[in-house]
């Protein structure tokens, strides 16, 4: 299955692909040469059918669980000052992904949109430390039973380039459900409560939807 987010991307690809293939075929007469064309060609198709792949993961919904909302790579857990929403210390857990994850983001906890907004910006590397405060963003808060006020963060980087955010104010969302994409590698932060208990570590891999990031007893 492929994300309706790359359907336009995934035509546009697939018609030069098929376009290089044919008119290789007339216009280069060396057989090396027009085999590597078309070799090309097939690689860029799959490169990017792979990123829009969008994998069914079915989940079990549970209140007293956060799970992953991306694919990607542990790459921060501490206690820092949120700003924007809480203005308030939280502990943040940032998941970096490469171009080579599945790039769709789905609701870590189910509960009730109390914001959402985007924010414009830069297109710093996603790990850049300023990343979370000056590139273009998407700032998202859920409230749930047991955790109270989740705030995520989808962040754009030096490739991703589009955010896609469907999270709206008064929603009710389902955990593991489809939030969203974010277009060619990027980052996701999360900010829990101080005193949460992290079920994940620094370099860990995370599965969206099926890594528990965090629980509740």
Do not use: C
Not at 55 to 69: G, L, Q, S
Not at 73 to 92: D, G, H, M, P, T
Not at 120 to 129: E, M, N, Q
Not at 158 to 164: P, T
């Amino acid at each position: 299955m492929f994300h309706k987010e790359g359907a336009k991307i995934i035509f546009i690809a697939l018609a030069v692909t098929v376009g290089v293939v044919l008119l290789s075929e007339e216009f280069i007469h060396s057989f090396w040469l027009l085999k590597l064309v078309q070799v090309f060609a097939l690689l860029f198709l799959i490169i990017i059918l792979q990123f829009f792949r969008n994998p069914k993961r079915p989940v079990t919904a549970a209140d007293h669980n956060i799970i992953a909302p991306v694919d990607g790579k542990v790459v921060v857990i501490e206690e820092v000052y949120e700003a924007e929403y809480f203005k308030e210390n939280r502990l943040q857990v940032s998941i970096f992904m490469s171009p080579i994850n599945v790039h769709v983001t789905r609701y870590a906890v189910n509960g009730l949109v109390k914001y959402s907004k985007y924010h414009p910006g830069k297109y710093l590397v996603a790990w850049h430390p300023k990343a979370s405060t000056e590139n273009e963003r998407t700032t998202v808060v859920i409230e749930n039973t047991y955790f109270g006020e989740i705030l995520y963060r989808q962040i754009a980087g030096a490739l991703a380039r589009r955010i896609v955010n469907y999270a709206q104010e008064g929603m009710q969302v389902v955990q593991g459900t489809d939030a969203g994409f974010i277009k060619f590698g990027s980052r996701v932060d999360i900010f829990l409560p101080l005193g949460t208990q992290v079920n994940v570590v620094l370099n860990q891999k995370a599965i969206g939807g099926k890594t528990i990031i965090a629980v509740k007893e």
